[in-house]
């Protein structure tokens, strides 16, 4: 069980130039989530999915996309990279969304961006 | 005024003793509260959910939640080394919202 994978585990691009971030779960979960990390800003929502088939914009969605692919599979994209979406990017997925239980997010490692 | 506000840090305790990390929230629709524990240069690992007021114990770890306060706690019993990092408290509400605190870093000195 690998629970939460991410890819790339480290990216560094040009400004103006274009990634896409993947996210896989193998937890049958309903719910994944996007978010970034800035040193002592905490974990910022970029985008979420409830459930497969629906997207939602979150705190800080400017600059992104996303595709809920299929129920494992929620990629986030950088259409055109700019220096102050360097950070950390997580992924997390949970069994569901707006139920009092079911809530707890799982984490991916990560992926280190760095725009130049 | 931020959603999810947690003590500022660091916090630095030695080791044996009992840490203390707060945190409070704004929405009064929140209904689901966690901690996570985040080692430097890792992911969020979840510790503790707590879904009623009251206390609630795992091990080492009690998380306590305080709804008309809005304020919920972690205590660290017989704090370790290896409890050294940064601690995040989040709140979801009933509609689903999930809102992070900014983390309190937490050193336990032997």
């Known amino acids: 069980n690998a629970g939460v994978t991410q890819t790339p585990k480290f990216q560094v691009l040009k400004t103006g130039q274009s990634m896409t971030l993947q996210c896989a779960q193998d937890?049958?979960?309903?719910?994944m989530y996007w978010y970034r990390q800035d040193p002592g800003m905490g974990l910022r929502l970029i985008y979420y999915?409830?459930?497969?088939?629906?997207?939602d914009k979150g705190e800080v969605p400017n600059g992104y996309n996303v595709s809920r692919l299929n129920k494992r599979e929620f990629s986030l994209r950088l259409e055109s990279a700019a220096p102050s979406q360097t950070s950390v990017y997580f992924c997390?997925?949970?069994?569901?969304?707006?139920?009092?239980?079911?809530?707890?997010?799982?984490f991916g490692p990560g992926t280190r961006l760095t725009v130049t | 005024q931020k959603e999810v506000e947690q003590n500022s840090g660091p916090l630095s305790v030695p080791e044996g003793a009992i840490a203390s990390l707060n945190c409070t929230y704004s929405?009064?629709?929140?209904?689901?509260f966690f901690w996570y524990r985040q080692y430097s240069g890792k992911s969020p690992e979840l510790i503790m959910s707590?879904?009623?007021?009251g206390d609630k114990e795992d091990g080492r770890f009690t998380a306590q939640l305080n709804k008309a306060s809005q304020y919920v706690s972690l205590l660290i019993r017989d704090s370790q080394p290896s409890d050294s990092a940064t601690y995040l408290c989040?709140?979801?509400?009933?509609?689903?919202?999930?809102?992070f605190g900014d983390g309190t870093t937490l050193t336990v000195k032997p």
């Open positions: 997390a997925s949970s069994e569901t969304l707006g139920r009092i239980q079911g809530n707890e997010q799982y």
């Open positions: 937890m049958n979960h309903n719910s």
């Open positions: 999915s409830a459930s497969e088939g629906t997207t």
């Open positions: 929405d009064r629709g929140s209904q689901s």
């Open positions: 707590i879904y009623s007021n």
């Open positions: 989040a709140v979801t509400t009933n509609a689903g919202k999930s809102t």
